[in-house]
């Protein structure tokens, strides 16, 4: 049987000397799904058909020694990522039988690259969570305990690549949506400088903090998809026209006189002891490899999650405008006029976690509050970025948790909204700063709960993050552990 628990560059290497092919993979990883779907419930869509169409292309591209680093392997995409002729659906009723008539700009990056389309995996509504249990049609489940969720809000995608239902797979990142998940299931999940990679075709939730990324097995997987889908690309007004350095060529374990800064507010009251442990002993680790640790400030890190949901609500209420049951998606039966039309649809459509960031983000943009919330909110985002611009003229990385905690059983955050935002306490900075973060695992809970690490960096400087997070990877095996629940 064919192994699809396998690093992109172990299968590129297998298909390149022909032990496998293209086609007996996509075969092996939808037995995998049919296998363990049912319990992870990682996809809301699968692309059989087609992918078996890719495949025997991708066969055909190895034969002629045309084959790249990703050529034949399987993949799986969010399902904001738009996907010609397949529908994509946020998660959300609303856009329920929407089809895409175009391609994302990532997605035809990977279809020049020749990967496989397995299919379109399940998210928190229009990425609005961080648990994956705001989803219009399912739940997914954790793959290392099913009462667990997989985090949020690309936990679908997170889920795929943990229980081997796809080599990799492309998330969204607005608040900490690729790198929670990761840690949460045990994967490296890399959420790219703002602008490094092209928004075009992702469906906004807020424009100025989404950032697409992948989600793989290990760092050097991570490096290999961001050098396809990074880029200049004119379609996204957004997107940094800068050169693409190979992210792959700098990796190694050698970190002689690097500077790690710790900062004294990710290291707070509440966070799990195991946690803890789990970051003490990667920086002590860091430290024996060469690298000098110091301790460093953001002092407006509190201020965090405020700006956040007043600055991201702010613009889903405005990105979500749109869906009013007039072009496409979800509309309401016989209504009495057009404004009954608009409200029923829009209210059917829409699930509850999505109605409150819309409720809270039009209050915030409303007359009368939109200089105590949004434009305050605006200038402490700036402070925010202040501090990191500060930290680095000292460091050259920083080093924090992922998460506060291991994955958190189904149901616990559900009835409190406050305590699911603050999963992501340490992540959200990053977002606000537009800078490179990354998430690896760094260690399991007595429980067997993977435990996330999280890498941050100066604007456009990926390629020295990956190098500094594959050092820490190399003297580890946690990359290499898989689940045993499914």
Not at 59 to 76: E, S
Not at 390 to 398: H, M, P, Q
Request: glycine share 8%; net charge negative; charged share 20%.
């Amino acid at each position: 049987m064919t192994r699809t628990d396998c690093t992109a560059h172990a299968l590129h290497e297998a298909l390149i000397k022909k032990e496998v092919s293209s086609k007996e993979l996509v075969k092996a990883f939808y037995d995998r799904i049919d296998a363990v779907d049912g319990k992870t419930k990682a996809y809301l869509k699968l692309l059989k058909e087609s992918a078996l169409t890719q495949a025997d292309a991708a066969d055909q591209r190895i034969a002629c020694g045309d084959a790249g680093p990703l050529t034949g392997i399987p993949i799986a995409l969010k399902d904001n990522l738009c996907l010609e002729g397949v529908q994509t659906s946020c998660a959300s009723k609303i856009l329920e039988g929407f089809i895409s008539p175009y391609d994302a700009t990532v997605v035809s990056h990977l279809k020049s690259a020749g990967a496989v389309f397995l299919g379109k995996t399940n998210l928190d509504e229009f990425a609005m969570g961080s648990s994956n249990e705001n989803s219009a049609f399912a739940a997914t489940k954790n793959p290392w305990d099913l009462a667990c969720v997989p985090g949020g809000s690309s936990g679908g995608s997170a889920a795929a690549v943990a229980a081997s239902e796809a080599v990799f797979s492309l998330g969204s990142d607005t608040g900490g949506s690729i790198r929670q998940p990761a840690s949460f299931c045990g994967v490296v999940g890399l959420k790219p400088t703002y602008g490094r990679v092209s928004r075009y075709g992702l469906v906004a939730f807020a424009s100025s903090l989404d950032q697409i990324g992948p989600l793989t097995h290990d760092v050097r997987d991570a490096a290999t998809v961001l050098n396809v889908i990074s880029g200049h690309d004119g379609m996204d007004s957004t997107s940094a026209d800068l050169a693409v350095p190979d992210m792959t060529e700098s990796l190694s374990s050698k970190l002689t006189g690097l500077r790690i800064g710790i900062p004294k507010e990710y290291f707070i009251e509440g966070i799990d002891a195991e946690v803890s442990t789990a970051i003490e002993k990667a920086i002590a680790h860091y430290r024996a490899l060469g690298a000098e640790i110091k301790e460093i400030s953001l002092p407006h890190t509190d201020y965090a999650v405020a700006t956040y949901y007043i600055l991201a609500t702010a613009e889903a209420s405005s990105n979500l405008a749109r869906y009013d049951g007039v072009r496409y998606g979800h509309r309401t039966a016989n209504p009495k006029d057009l404004l009954e039309m608009y409200m029923q649809s829009r209210s059917e459509g829409f699930g509850p976690e999505v109605k409150r960031r819309i409720m809270i983000g039009t209050h915030v943009l409303s007359s009368g509050y939109y200089d105590a919330y949004y434009k305050k909110g605006q200038q402490v985002r700036t402070l925010i970025k202040q501090d990191f611009d500060t930290a680095f003229e000292s460091v050259d990385y920083i080093l924090t948790p992922t998460a506060p905690t291991a994955a958190f059983r189904s149901g616990e955050k559900t009835d409190d909204p406050l305590q699911m935002y603050l999963s992501d306490i340490f992540t959200i900075s990053v977002n606000l700063a537009g800078l490179p973060a990354l998430s690896m695992p760094c260690g399991f809970t007595k429980n067997g709960l993977p435990i996330g690490c999280q890498l941050i960096a100066r604007p456009f400087d990926e390629a020295g993050l990956l190098k500094t997070a594959y050092s820490f990877e190399q003297a580890h095996d946690f990359h290499e552990r898989r689940p045993q629940v499914v």
